[in-house]
């Protein structure tokens, strides 16, 4: 259920910024329950990449957010404490927050995001 409620957010969300969206964004057109194609996205300490194909068999949580917006950084609180209390030590689930496309945000953004807002995931 938690599953599906932050599915319909990052779907809400991705449609409501039609205008300042990267090229590449266009094409997320994904339904709940659809397959999505293969993707790739690098860890912030840029060591790993991590595939789609990779995460085979596993739950993923994937949201797309970006560093300015109010509302992205309150429902980060709430996956923060979801992932803290209830999924951190879980093997079967991966949570994958995509910074972007917007491109605003940068690598140094981030970091600096994540340690002042305390997000562990």
Known sequence: MLFKIFMMIFF????????????????????????????????????????????KGKKVFLNFTTTWCPDCIEEKLVFNKEYEERYKDRDDIVFIIVFGPYRSDNKEKVKEYMKKNSFSF
């Open 12 to 55: 809400t969300f991705s449609f409501s910024f039609g205008e300042e969206r990267d090229p590449r964004e266009q094409k997320l057109t994904y339904l709940l329950g659809e397959r999505v194609d293969n993707f790739e996205v690098k860890t912030l300490d840029g060591d790993k990449t991590i595939t789609l194909e990779e995460l």
